[in-house]
């Protein structure tokens, strides 16, 4: 008996989900002995090996494109925000980290109106505000307890929202599984060139955190874009927001580490307008398509 489409598509978020989650466990353990460019650059070449799977399954048709140029600004951009994000995870709490990191949506937001013309109304900018509270409660500027590298964190932020804006063009005209291999496949040497500059290979166990880091972050994202494809935003954002306390139970028994009550606080309200941020498009998106066929029918018709 198969399951409900919306049963499939909490299961397919679950497992993405998870999946990130052991992603940023291994680049933390991976960041230990490798520099982080060095840690991007294996994370991208053991990913693309996850990805090609998808070659077989549709052909070397899969690689045709007419929107290389997209990719290309897509792909240096993802690099950067890749290079930030894994710095962050590497010396930062790990909690910290990816609380940050659940920033992206609400530049994203900003970024659409930016790039795209969008409409954001009242109450979804009153949530971006309200999660910006949130990053300042986390980042806490001006105190004992702000540090720099938390900046980087919200770098990578800023660069993802941009890079998600672009993938939503691009999502327009191209396949899922084909933005998935060619990001992957730029990815490689993107990564590779700064990585020469630091080089040194991997030794005994890093070896394993490096290509798990690649499987996993693969996984997650070809999960992901299927969750996103049959089910509801809104309903699916919460179960992604699992990440947070999966990777802060995992980071107190591996690394000993806690979460400080202002990353808490800071975290429950960027997660809290998130939630909310969802909610609304994916209202604005179900009512648009409610209206859209009505107005095109012609009267009598």
């Not at 925000?81 to 940050?100: D, N, T």
């Not at 690394?255 to 609304?280: C, M, S």
Request: net charge positive; with cysteine.
């Amino acid at each position: 008996m198969a399951l409900p489409t919306h049963t499939r598509a909490a299961l397919l978020m679950l497992g993405s989900t998870g999946f990130f989650a052991v992603m940023v466990i291994a680049i933390r353990l991976a960041s230990e002995s490798l520099h982080t460019f060095e840690v991007a650059f294996f994370r991208s070449f053991f990913g693309l090996i996850a990805a090609l799977p998808l070659l077989l399954k549709h052909g070397p048709g899969l690689l045709r494109t007419q929107q290389l140029p997209r990719y290309g600004v897509r792909c240096v951009l993802g690099t950067l925000s890749m290079f930030c994000g894994f710095w962050a995870i590497g010396h930062l709490p790990l909690a910290q980290a990816v609380s940050l990191s659940y920033s992206s949506p609400l530049f994203a937001t900003i970024a659409a109106v930016l790039m795209l013309g969008e409409v954001v109304r009242a109450r979804r900018w009153s949530a971006v505000v309200l999660g910006f509270i949130g990053v300042l409660v986390i980042v806490r500027p001006g105190t004992e307890g702000f540090s720099a590298g938390t900046l980087v964190a919200v770098s990578a932020a800023v660069i993802s929202a941009i890079v998600a804006i672009q993938i939503k063009q691009l999502s327009h005209t191209e396949p899922a599984d084909r933005i998935v291999i060619l990001t992957t496949l730029f990815w490689v040497p993107l990564s590779l060139l700064p990585a020469l500059a630091v080089w040194e290979w991997p030794q005994g166990i890093t070896w394993l955190w490096v290509i798990a880091a690649g499987g996993l972050g693969t996984a997650g994202h070809m999960l992901w874009t299927r969750a996103l494809k049959i089910g509801d935003v809104s309903a699916l954002q919460p179960i992604s927001f699992m990440q947070l306390p999966i990777v802060a139970v995992l980071a107190f028994f591996l690394f000993n580490e806690g979460v400080d009550r202002w990353t808490l606080i800071g975290a429950a309200i960027i997660l809290g307008a998130n939630g909310y941020i969802a909610h609304r498009e994916a209202q604005l998106a179900r009512r648009a398509a409610t209206t859209a066929p009505t107005s095109a029918v012609k009267p009598g018709e």
